[in-house]
């Protein structure tokens, strides 16, 4: 070694300053509202697994004793709230169900059902479990519908432009993806075209299959509403505005409506210019679709 | 004389670093008394510099009172056994990106060692930690441009005749390469940039397509 070691005074101070700086960076990191949108998009996406497990289980419960019921309804938290508000299906009067919204149709075939049911008879125990579990499911949507409205809000706040071109909800799943808007904002349209199909990439790029057109995108309706042929053109598209609006939103942060306008148009052109699904023989064969993602020469080591 | 302790258990080698702060735990590591010494054991599988050590490299690539500068030091399970090793006259300075693991490490790793300096900043802006020369260079980015990273880091904070440790992911630098070539690749830029490497262990079984370069300056 060199260097004289050990650590005097100065190195002592020069250490506190450091550690003070980092926990400011940190604290500083940790109040940025993107990063609070990406907790709450996860946090919608979580309360959504749960109130489907709790719905659906408390209507295959209360199926016990009304299973006519669900195909009628056809809505795990209306079942929701008839279950914990009504309880055993002797309660179900044609008053109670109208004041509720119901389709006349819908009243009439719930009574009848009622009337014929080969539901079983349930005890006072087993209907207040039940009618928990489905005031339980009621919670669960009313704070998804809460935390809907919040990110939308937020989205409009933190990145106008993403929630403008890709919707508040894909745009803060995109963010969540990659940990905030500031990782977004640098990364290339081709990157954010196939964010959330990084198997689909991976397998590709390994085996020469085809990569994926899109991933967390699909779920826009642009993408997914087109068909089948069109849907790479228009996520292609729908990626390089994002990329754009993301950029304006960390380095300028107020709304750019052009963005928008633009990418209708290309998408209007692509529908146009696209409209025939394209002749089958057009696509080259498996052998000549290598180019860059050519398969490894050796097989991967395990 | 090596900080690093080996023991025999089973048919097993177990490494060792000798406790800097006695009864402090980092993560769930297993604290050995030896000879009126503590010790933590250093999981292979958590971290790479054991395993490269177990694998090949010597053991005292990293020497008490030596200065490391390390980059990207995630949560810090393998900056504190570098903390153990370098020791009370040594000096560790950890830098790493993202403010979510920099808090563990902050917290768990910087507070509580007097011989570790936190810099929550990107390796590419050495200016931003040069506090000292170093002896050692120690890098764990997984960026696909890290060896250039590292590289740049050397000429800046690295002494005369220091060492570079370098870990190489094969995939975060080419998913289409054999892991082979990559790791061939990135010790041929060490040596045009005027390195000496002495060796390159792979870290297989404990990471898959993993390789440490060790190289001295
Ligand atoms: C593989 S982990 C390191 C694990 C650690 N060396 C260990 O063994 O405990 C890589 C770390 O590098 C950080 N990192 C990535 N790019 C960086 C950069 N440009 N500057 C500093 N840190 C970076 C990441 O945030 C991540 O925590």
Redesign the interface.
Known sequence: ???P???DAS??K??QE??A???E??R???SRPDLHLVQAIQALDDTDKFLNVTATRAVEWYGLHFPELFPIVQDNTAMCRLISDLGRRDSYEAEGLQGRGMTDKKVEAVLIAKARSKGGEISDPDLSRVKALASLGLELSGQRDRLNEYVESMMKKVAPNVSQIAGATIGARLMAKV?GLDRLAVLPASTIQILGAEKAL?RA??TGSRPPKHGILFQHQEVHMAPKWQRGKIARTLANKIAIAARIDYYRGSEEPSVKAGLMKRIEGIKEKYKEPPKRQERPERSQRRGRF?R???PR?R | MSAIRREERGGRTVLLTKSLLRGDRVYNEELVEIEGEEYRTWDPFRSKLAAAILRGLPDDVV?P???VLYLGTSTGTTPSHVSDIVG????VVGVEL???V??EF?ENV??KR???????ADARDPTK?S???V?VVYCDIAQQDQTEIALENCRQLL???GTLLLVVKARSID??K??EDVFREEKRKLEVAGFRVAKVVDLAPFD??HAMILAAS
Do not use: C, W
Request: charged content about 35%; glycine content about 10%; aromatic content about 4%.
């Open positions: 070694m060199s260097e070691a050990g650590n190195m002592e020069i250490r450091s550690i700086a980092a926990e960076a940190i500083k990191a940790s940990g991976f790029l390994r050519q490894r020469d050796k080591r | 020497r009172g030596d200065r009370g006259s040594g000096l993202s403010a979510r920099a808090r902050v910087a507070r007097k011989n570790v300096i936190p810099f929550v930690y506090i000292t020369k002896d002494r005369d005749g998913v289409l054999e892991p898959k397509d």
